[in-house]
C-alpha cells in the first residue's frame, strides 16, 4: 500500500472530478492509461490510485474499470480483476475491440511515422493491434 500525504495531493493535482463521478487524469499518459510518477519509478495512475486508497495488488491481477473509462483514478470505479475476467467484463460490456480497419486505414498505419500508442488513438484499436498489423501478422495480404 502507497502511504504518503505529499504524494496523494501530487496526484489530485493531475486530476478532473466529474459529475459522473469519474477521476479524469489529465497528465501524462501511457497508451490509453494516465502515467504517474511515483518513487522515481512510473506506474499507472489507476493502479497507483487503487493501491493509495484500496490496498495491495496481488500479482498478477489488473484493476479494470466499472465505468469503462480508462483515465478514470476514481478508487470506487477500480476493481481488481484477472484478465480472463478482465476480458469477459469488456465482452458483457460491448467494450472489446469489434471496430473493423478499411484497407486504406491499414496502409496508413503500415506507411505512418506515428508510435503504435499513437496510432492506438487515432484509430481507436490497442497498441498490440498495430504492432500485429506492421509485423504482418493480422492484414497480411500484400496487395
Known sequence: MI??????????AKVSIRKNGCWIWKASCRGKYGCFSHKG??????????SRWKGDIPEGMFVCHKCDNP?????????LG???ENMKDASRKG???QRK?????VFNIRMSNLSNQQ????????DSTIRRI??????????
Open 134 to 143: 506492421r509485423n504482418y501478422v493480422t492484414w497480411n495480404k500484400k496487395g
Open 3 to 12: 502511504d504518503t500525504d505529499k504524494n496523494d495531493k501530487r496526484f489530485m
Open 119 to 126: 496510432l492506438a488513438r487515432k484509430y481507436g484499436v490497442w
Open 71 to 79: 483515465l478514470c483514478v476514481n478508487p470506487e470505479h477500480l476493481f
Open 95 to 97: 467494450r472489446l475491440n
Open 41 to 50: 519509478k512510473a506506474i499507472d495512475a489507476h493502479r497507483w490510485s487503487y
Open 82 to 84: 484477472t484478465h480472463k
Open 101 to 105: 480497419l478499411t484497407e486504406r486505414q
